[in-house]
């Protein structure tokens, strides 16, 4: 009796071990994440928030797999209010550890959980791994104000602006060789320029600056120099001709003053930075073409803080640089892309009165603010002519209150804003 106990005992566990090795090798076939074949997700890098305006936001998944034959990156929808699952080939054939990028969006505020699975070419998958962010309105909407045409608060080539003491915001329209002044809310003041050669007139008007004591500085690019209006409009004075001399200019694009009324000038062919006392006498300069340290590529634009550092808008280059008052290098960051802290032809650069600095990225139709060592903080915006959208921002200000004014050149308007 025992002996067919033992042997019924025998053929069970026989019977279960068998069974065992048929579903191990069954998993070694088909995956499911305990398959040595199968690829392994190692983990997920997000930003946690993201802006519901539509834009991407890049994130990266790092991976290993065996065999390095991963074909497909699966994202299923766990939680959300309206996002969509998707899927696409990450790309890493032969790869076998690594990280390959994706990106995600949404257009309403909202939390998204994500599940996401790795699937390889004989059906092997990862064992799946859930990750979430959550998308939020990042910006207040204030006003706006502008359209396309001729007249009082039109625009047909906004390319610059700047704020005085007070909170009035200066425009420049390149298309229609003038200055217009406007209340911080958009009521029209006055205007002035025209097309022509003489004193207070204008050629294609760019960058735009206001001085401690209010004086108006424009540089008046197609004439090649510098001019220096009142509050109102007044000529006072004006320097420059065409050239590659000192005090010489080939399409002075940006100007900005410091704290003590010195003037900044972009000249964007001559790929250089000249700084200027209140009256146009050359201080210093400094750049050349190239893309080494303090050198430039079609520099567009120049701010400066309330502590006198420089900050030149390297438009070629993609990447904002960072100097002392007297041109000696500092930093810079920022590459071409679309990613956060890239740049695509970016246009207009501002610095607030706490250090934070503020980039039209007008390829990418956004703006980004980073901290004054260029630690990317925030960015707004996705192409479109809604509140909070934008079509070619080209420039930027920032007021005491920390209120954001971004000149557009494709809606032909200015949108005050304010980060959260």
């Known amino acids: ?29 088909q995956g499911g994440g305990g398959s040595p074949l199968s690829p392994e997700i190692l983990g997920v890098d997000l930003w946690p928030v993201i802006p519901a305006d539509g834009s991407k936001t890049f994130g990266a998944v790092r991976f290993r797999d065996t065999d390095g034959d991963i074909i497909q990156a699966r994202f299923d929808v766990v939680e959300a209010v309206d996002f969509a699952p998707f899927s696409f080939n990450p790309k890493v054939k032969g790869q076998t550890s690594g990280s390959f990028p994706f990106f995600v969006f949404s ?33 207040t909407f204030l006003g706006k104000w502008g359209t396309r045409g001729t007249g009082e608060a039109q625009f047909n080539g906004i390319s610059h ?22 209340t911080s809310d958009g009521k029209f003041l006055l205007q002035w320029g025209g097309r022509g050669t003489g004193n207070g007139q204008l050629t294609g008007p760019l960058g735009i600056a206001v001085d401690y004591q209010g004086h108006v500085y424009v540089a008046d690019a197609g004439n090649q120099r510098i001019q220096k209006f009142t509050e109102s409009g007044a000529f006072l004075t004006k320097w420059g001709s065409l050239g590659i ?14 704290p003590v009324g010195n003037v900044y000038v972009a000249d964007r062919v001559n790929n250089r930075i000249q700084k200027f006392s209140p009256t146009g006498v050359l201080i210093a300069r400094w750049g050349m073409f190239g893309q080494a340290e303090s050198q430039f590529n079609a520099p567009n634009d120049i701010a400066v803080s309330n502590r006198g550092i420089v900050y030149v808008l390297d438009t ?19 590459s071409i892309g679309d990613r956060p802290g890239q740049f695509q032809a970016p246009m207009g650069i501002a610095v607030d009165a706490h250090g934070y600095v503020y980039v039209a990225d007008t390829g ?45 050149a494709g809606n032909h308007r200015i949108q005050k804003i304010k980060f959260k």
């Open 1 to 29: 009796m025992k002996g067919m106990v033992r042997a019924l005992w025998l053929s069970v566990i026989v019977g279960v071990g068998a069974c065992l090795l048929v579903l191990w090798a069954y998993a070694q076939l």
């Open 107 to 139: 257009k309403i505020p909202q939390k998204v959980r994500l599940r996401l699975t790795l699937i390889d070419e004989a059906g092997n998958r990862s064992l799946p791994v859930e990750f979430s962010f959550e998308a939020v309105v990042l910006i």
């Open 161 to 182: 602006l700047a704020l005085d003491g007070r909170g009035n915001v200066y425009v420049t329209d390149f298309g229609l060789d003038k200055v217009q002044k406007f």
């Open 245 to 258: 001399g000192e005090g010489q200019f080939s399409f002075p694009t940006g100007v900005a003053t410091d």
């Open 316 to 334: 070629g280059n993609g990447r904002v640089q960072k100097f002392m008052s007297d041109g000696s290098y500092l930093g810079q960051w920022g």
């Open 364 to 408: 990418n139709d956004r703006i980004q603010k980073f901290s004054a060592d260029g630690a990317f903080i925030v960015k707004w915006g996705s192409l479109g002519a809604g509140d909070g959208q934008f079509d070619q921002p080209v420039d930027i200000a920032v007021d005491s209150d920390g209120i954001i004014y971004v000149a557009e």
